[in-house]
Antibody, heavy 121, light 108 residues
Framework: EVQLVESGGVVVQPGGSLRLSCAASGFTFDDHAMHWVRQTPGKGLEWVSLISWDGGSTYYADSVKGRFTISRDNSENSLYLQMNSLRAEDTALYYC??????????????WGQGTLVTVSS | SSELTQDPAVSVALGQTVRITCQGDSLRSYYASWYQQNPGLAPVLVIYGKNNRPSGIPDRFSGSSSGNTASLTITGAQAEDEADYYCNSRDSSGNHVLFGGGTKLTVL
């Protein structure tokens, strides 16, 4: 069974930093690119970032480029999102999600349950 | 264009057919994928590619595309289909992923 379990969401002050983690199991992790997608409570989905199967290619939404860094450790079946210079508008539920593809592609076939990041003073 | 546009809300009578649409310039180059999201739960992929359903998705769900518009059709809507539906695709540059704003489907 495919499982994606996010962790690391907390309350953080504006300007602060945070690292989200996602532990993957039940599939061959390095057969898939991985995404982070966020959702503000009661609002829609917003794509954040994508990393290719080998970590060699990364992509970011304009809203987070230069502040967030996606990475992965295939030996640990883990995905990460380093979030710096956090803003109130980064407050959201952050989902770890599995791509159908090895490289860039938009179809997501499995999602975690999300971890909540709140940016507030 | 770097946007995907969906109607905010659509309703359908129980057992009838409903089409949910998604518009965007990038849909001329990429097929949309469609996701169903129930309150408090993570999204679920229902359609990807030209018209592919993941295992476990009922065959009343189908996808199609014409020009800059992608459509999700539910033939014979059931009460359990009441949910939010999101389309997604890549942008015209191919380097970003986009989501539509979502459509709330009400089954009457």
């Amino acid at each position: 069974e495919v499982q994606l379990v996010e962790s690391g969401g907390v309350v953080v002050q504006p300007g602060g930093s945070l690292r989200l983690s996602c532990a993957a199991s039940g599939f061959t992790f390095d057969d898939h690119a991985m995404h982070w997608v966020r959702q503000t409570p009661g609002k829609g989905l917003e794509w954040v970032s994508l990393i290719s199967w080998d970590g060699g290619s990364t992509y970011y939404a304009d809203s987070v480029k230069g502040r967030f860094t996606i990475s992965r450790d295939n030996s640990e079946n883990s995905l990460y999102l380093q979030m710096n210079s956090l803003r109130a508008e980064d407050t959201a539920l952050y989902y770890c999600a599995r791509s159908l593809h090895l490289g860039i592609g938009h179809s997501i076939d499995y999602w975690g349950q999300g971890t909540l990041v709140t940016v507030s003073s | 264009s770097s946007e995907l546009t969906q109607d905010p809300a659509v309703s359908v009578a129980l057992g009838q057919t409903v089409r949910i649409t998604c518009q965007g310039d990038s849909l001329r180059s990429y097929y949309a994928s469609w996701y169903q999201q129930n309150p408090g739960l993570a999204p679920v992929l229902v359609i990807y590619g030209k018209n592919n359903r993941p295992s476990g998705i009922p065959d009343r769900f189908s996808g199609s595309s014409s020009g800059n518009t992608a459509s999700l059709t539910i033939t014979g809507a059931q009460a359990e289909d009441e949910a939010d539906y999101y389309c997604n695709s890549r942008d015209s540059s191919g380097n970003h992923v986009l989501f539509g704003g979502g459509t709330k489907l009400t089954v009457l």
